[in-house]
């Protein structure tokens, strides 16, 4: 069982950055890939970046290629999102999730954070 608790987003002009945080409980955290998604209003949750459990491999969603980056300490049981260069599109609920991955689809993840929420003004 891994439980995950999300930090770091709020309001950001467009242009800034933001990091996300996300801490995961257990001593198994090690074991899983971890991706993060986000969900806007109205919209559908979708995929925005993934890394492998040694943290050596990453994948992006074209819509955040090269404005965000991910990694992850295990020691710290923790993975972060750096995003740069935020664009208004980007707000949005952004949730990290444990899985045996790296999958770029939701269903593929098995632990769910609360998600952290991310607002880019214009």
């Known amino acids: 069982q891994v439980q995950l608790v999300e930090s770091g987003g709020g309001l950001v002009q467009a242009g800034g950055s933001l990091r996300l945080s996300c801490a995961a409980s257990?001593?198994?955290?090690?074991?899983?890939?971890m991706g993060w998604f986000r969900q806007a209003p109205g919209k559908e949750r979708e995929f925005v970046a993934t890394?492998?459990?040694?943290?050596?491999?990453?994948y992006f969603a074209d819509s955040v290629k090269g404005r965000f980056t991910v990694s992850r300490d295990n020691a710290k049981n923790t993975v972060y999102l750096q995003m740069n260069s935020l664009k208004s599109e980007d707000t949005a609920v952004y949730y990290c999730?444990?899985?045996?991955?790296?999958?770029?689809?939701?269903?593929?993840?098995?632990?769910w954070g609360q998600g952290t929420q991310v607002t880019v003004s214009s």
């Open positions: 999730a444990a899985g045996n991955g790296p999958g770029l689809r939701a269903n593929e993840y098995d632990y």
């Open positions: 257990g001593r198994t955290f090690v074991r899983y890939a």
């Open positions: 890394i492998t459990w040694s943290g050596h491999i990453a």
